[in-house]
């Protein structure tokens, strides 16, 4: 079976950084996405990662560590706007759809 | 990135009638498609993956007769709610890839009220 676990829910400062795990066990690995997701809106894409290491784009970062099935999404100088739900999701195997975490729910308060 | 369309974006209708909902890639050829849905502070759960000229495979738990999916053409999904119900409302998003293990695109979501 596929699972992937990341935290419910986080609170984090504005101006400050946040790191979201997450620990995945699927049948297969064909890379690794990070989603942001708004209320009520359709999840937009922040990263991809298929090989070992760490994907800098701004202020938000990806790692990937495969022998572990463990990734993380790093989010520096945090903003009001940065309070939303991410959403880790891998791909399995092949032409398989997504399979999504429940998301983590970060607020950021002043 | 690509562009991946759906209508509409909010739909109110009645309890027993039915209710479409279209999923278009703009600028792309999708032959496979996939159809989520959402409950209020809950994840994406995957309902079925639409493929272009073939029957859609739908996942456990979710009724094929009554979630109906159409995949006409390599640019273009839908999803027809049949005999809705209050509990069938929920928060709809397809999505849609060039090829495989590449980023999943996805539509702006249907909120679908059942009244």
């Known amino acids: 079976g596929q699972n992937i676990d990341q935290p419910t829910e986080m609170t984090a400062t504005e101006g400050a950084i946040v790191q979201i795990n997450c620990t995945y066990q699927?049948?297969?690995?064909?890379?690794l996405f990070w989603y942001q997701q708004h209320a009520g809106e359709a999840p937009t894409f922040l990263s991809y990662?298929?090989?070992?290491g760490l994907e800098e784009k701004g202020r938000f970062s990806s790692f990937l560590s495969r022998s572990k099935g463990y990734s993380y999404l790093l989010l520096k100088e945090l903003q009001m706007k940065d309070s939303a739900s991410y959403l880790c999701?891998?791909?399995?195997?092949?032409?398989?759809?997504?399979?999504f975490g429940k998301g983590t729910r970060l607020s950021v308060i002043a | 990135g690509a562009v991946v369309s759906q209508h509409p974006s909010r739909v109110i209708c009645k309890s027993g009638t039915s209710v479409k909902i279209e999923c278009r890639s703009l600028?792309?050829?999708?032959?496979?498609m996939f159809w989520y849905r959402q409950f209020p502070k809950q994840s994406l759960m995957l309902m079925a993956t639409?493929?272009?000229?073939?029957?859609?495979?739908?996942e456990q738990g979710v009724e094929k007769d009554k979630f109906l999916i159409n995949h006409a053409s390599l640019t273009l999904s839908t999803l027809t709610v049949t005999s809705a119900h209050p509990e069938d409302s929920s928060f709809y998003i397809c999505?849609?890839?060039?090829?495989?293990?590449?980023?999943?695109?996805f539509g702006q979501g249907t909120r679908l009220t059942v009244v």
């Open positions: 699927t049948s297969g690995f064909n890379g």
């Open positions: 999505s849609a890839q060039q090829s495989s293990n590449t980023e999943a695109f």
């Open positions: 639409s493929n272009e000229g073939s029957k859609a495979t739908y």
């Open positions: 999701a891998v791909y399995a195997s092949g032409n398989t759809p997504l399979v």
């Open positions: 990662n298929v090989l070992d």
């Open positions: 600028d792309f050829q999708a032959t496979t």
